[in-house]
C-alpha cells in the first residue's frame, strides 16, 4: 500500500470509493433515503472542482484507490474514506496522521471535522472530542454529524 497526493486522474475513483463506503460502511447508522441522496451527490467534478481550495491524500493498492483524505486551506479536515474491505486496517489512521502533520505544518492549532455517527469512535480513538452535535444538510435531507475537534500539540515534531 502506497499513499500518494491526488492527481486529477485520480478524481472518478475517488468519487466511486466514496459512494461505495457511503452505501456499504455510513448505511448502518442512516436510513436509506439520506444515504441514496448523500451517495447521488458525489462525483468527480465535484473533486476537480474543489481541488484548489485543499489538500488530499490517496492509499492506493495494486492501482486501486483504497482510501482517501483531505483537508481545506483552514483548521478543517473535510472528510476520510476507507474502502468497506480495508476499515479496521489502520489505513484510516495513516491517512488521518498524513493530514494532521499537514494542518500543524499550516500553523493549525486546534483541527476540526465534521463527522459522522458511524467515524465519531474512530475520531475519538484519535483524540478527538466532540464539541456539539448537529445536524447538516445534504441536498433536501439532514445529515445528524458531530462537530470534533483536537488540539495539534502532540501531533508530530514539536
Known amino acids: ?3 500518494r497526493l491526488v492527481q486529477d486522474k485520480d478524481c472518478a475513483g475517488m468519487a466511486r470509493l466514496q459512494r461505495a463506503t ?4 455510513n ?13 447521488g451527490r458525489t462525483n468527480a467534478k465535484r473533486f476537480r472542482d474543489s481541488a484548489y481550495k485543499c489538500k488530499r491524500w490517496i492509499a492506493v493498492e495494486k492501482d486501486r484507490i483504497i482510501g482517501f ?4 486551506d ?5 472528510g476520510l474514506y476507507v474502502h468497506k474491505n480495508y476499515v479496521g486496517k489502520g489505513i484510516g489512521s495513516r491517512l488521518l ?3 494532521e502533520k499537514s494542518l500543524k505544518s499550516q500553523g493549525v492549532k486546534i483541527i476540526k471535522i465534521k463527522s459522522t455517527i458511524t467515524a465519531r469512535k474512530f475520531y475519538e480513538k484519535h483524540g ?8 447538516h ?4 435531507k439532514k445529515l445528524r454529524i458531530f462537530i470534533m475537534a483536537k488540539f495539534t500539540k502532540g501531533i508530530g515534531p514539536e
Open 97 to 99: 496522521n498524513i493530514a
Open 128 to 135: 478527538y472530542k466532540v464539541v456539539r452535535k448537529t445536524l
Open 22 to 25: 457511503i452505501r456499504h460502511v
Open 137 to 140: 444538510p445534504v441536498e433536501n
Open 74 to 78: 483552514d483548521d478543517e479536515l473535510w
Open 27 to 39: 448505511s448502518k447508522d442512516y436510513s436509506e433515503d439520506l444515504i441514496k441522496v448523500w451517495a
Open 1 to 3: 500500500m502506497k499513499i
Open 69 to 72: 483524505v483531505e483537508h481545506g
